[in-house]
């Protein structure tokens, strides 16, 4: 009797465990059940953001920040000695080209220009007499009257007098560089922006003498990713900002690419021009470039967000009225990255402009749902 009350308590607990099993099942797999709504009652729709899809003219656009450079720098040497007689400038002064910086003593260059002057002389007039004495070797020894050994010495007499006067001559140009470098004048049209001279000082050869900077134009060179370096040309439009000038726009041009990467950040050097005619941009002041990347095309663009992503096929919610109802159909479309712009795609097929897509509750939306216009509509 024990024997049967165990299998019997054995069975109801079996029974009781699948029961309790297939209720579980039934109540986690059970596809939801319309909840019936009161009749005269209004059906909740979902409310959905809104997209209308347009096509106009694309192009992408990227900003960069850099630190703008002079249009040219120039470091000004001594190229000869001496004391300092008169300035033509001072640290900070705008110059022109050509302007006298300074003045050094020139009496020492003016002798060696005046010695080297009368050496020319003298050895011109021996240059002559060797001439004129090698042509009368040459009639005696015709007459049989000179040696060729005379003739010979005659020869090379006339040859060393002319290294001679040549050699001069170069001392000469020395002469007259040196006395020329007495006085030193500004390369270019700019700024001292450093000049460490003082007058009476006594300058020696190569002796740093200060910096001269060209605003004319600024300049800033930008590093590049490889997918912007390629689709951007020397001559290009670009804009900048300075955050020392706000509200102001300076316009300038791509002037030069770079072929190669630099090996420690590698990106690709791209050198900007903006033109500084009143001087408002100054070396060291940080901008923002910003570049219009690629050919500009009539596009079709479409927020990210809108996408679908399935098994890496790629939807959108179509929503349109049918009946004097907003639905939401669902649809596959092709798309594409826009370059340098994460927040948008491409549109290749699957949508025409002037249609609405849906930019919210993607993934809650039912292929057929009537829905309601959210509280935003981009157009």
């Known amino acids: 009797m024990p024997d049967v009350s165990n299998r019997l308590r054995k069975a ?5 465990g699948l029961l309790f099993v297939g209720g579980f099942l039934l109540f986690r797999f059970a596809p939801e059940q319309a909840q019936i709504e009161p009749a005269g009652a209004k059906v909740a729709l979902r409310p959905v953001d809104l997209h209308r899809v347009e096509s106009a ?12 450079e002079g249009r040219r720098e120039a470091t000004l040497f001594s190229e000869t000695r001496g004391p300092v007689l008169e300035l033509g400038a001072e640290e900070l002064d705008r110059v ?3 302007q006298m910086l300074l003045r050094i003593d020139p009496l020492q260059a003016e ?3 005046e010695r080297a002057r009368a050496v020319l002389a003298r050895r011109k007039s021996e240059l002559a007499l060797a001439r004129s004495n090698l042509e009368r070797r040459r009639v005696l020894a015709e007459r049989g009257v000179a040696s060729d050994a005379d003739l010979d010495d005659a020869l090379n007499a006339e040859k060393v007098a002319a290294a001679a006067l040549r050699q001069n001559r170069a001392e000469l140009r020395q002469a007259l560089d040196d006395l020329a470098n007495k006085t030193v004048v500004a390369p270019f049209t700019g700024v001292l922006r450093r000049f460490e001279v003082e007058k009476g000082e ?3 050869d190569g002796q740093d003498l200060g910096e001269l900077v060209d605003l004319s134009a600024a300049r800033t060179t930008l590093g590049l990713s490889d997918r912007q370096v390629v689709v951007l040309s020397p001559g290009q439009a670009v804009e900048a900002h300075a955050p020392a000038r706000p509200g102001e726009t300076f316009a300038g ?4 690419v770079g072929a190669a990467s630099d090996p420690e950040t590698r990106k690709f050097p791209a050198e900007i ?3 500084n005619p009143d001087g408002r ?3 060291g002041m940080a901008v923002t470039v910003g570049l219009e990347l690629g050919a500009p095309g009539i596009r079709t663009a479409i927020p990210a967000e809108a996408m679908l992503d399935e098994f890496g096929l790629d939807f959108v919610w179509v929503v349109a009225p049918e009946d004097g109802v907003l639905v939401a159909r669902r649809r596959r479309v092709s798309v594409r990255p826009l370059p340098f712009e994460p927040g948008r795609v491409e549109i290749l097929s699957g949508l025409e402009p002037g249609e609405q897509i849906a930019v919210s509750a993607t993934r809650q939306l039912r292929d057929g749902e009537s829905v309601r216009r959210g509280g935003r509509t981009d157009r």
């Open 273 to 275: 021009e903006l033109p």
């Open 253 to 256: 041009s791509v002037l030069r």
């Open 202 to 204: 006594f300058v020696r």
């Open 281 to 283: 941009l100054l070396p």
């Open 111 to 113: 002798v060696a220009v």
């Open 12 to 16: 109801f607990l079996l029974v009781a």
């Open 96 to 98: 022109e080209a050509g």
């Open 57 to 68: 003219e694309l192009r992408s656009h990227v900003e960069v920040a850099g630190v703008l």
